[in-house]
């Protein structure tokens, strides 16, 4: 479990890489989930990586992205 306390703005920096490897079907219903896979140091705050990943009521991921984001105190 990561704590990011202190920190008084984040940057979305974007994404590092990006997956859809199923199509979504119109009218389906859609869950999102972020995991946090590193915290580094980076100047005076951290550079945060996470996995988002999209994927239907049936647990079928339709999109996984790969995010970066700096935390600054």
């Given at each position: 479990?990561?704590?990011?306390?202190?920190?008084?703005?984040?940057?979305?920096?974007?994404?590092?890489?990006?997956?859809?490897?199923?199509?979504?079907?119109p009218g389906?219903?859609?869950?999102?989930?972020?995991?946090?896979?590193?915290?580094?140091?980076?100047?005076?705050?951290?550079?945060?990586?996470?996995?988002?990943?999209?994927?239907s009521?049936?647990?079928?991921?339709?999109?996984?992205?790969?995010?970066i984001?700096?935390?600054?105190?």
């Amino acid at each position: 479990m990561h704590d990011f306390r202190g920190f008084s703005m984040g940057v979305n920096y974007g994404c590092d890489r990006v997956r859809f490897p199923a199509p979504l079907t119109p009218g389906a219903r859609v869950r999102a989930g972020v995991e946090v896979t590193a915290v580094e140091p980076l100047g005076g705050g951290v550079q945060v990586r996470t996995t988002v990943t999209v994927e239907s009521e049936a647990g079928q991921a339709m999109c996984v992205a790969e995010t970066i984001a700096y935390l600054v105190p």
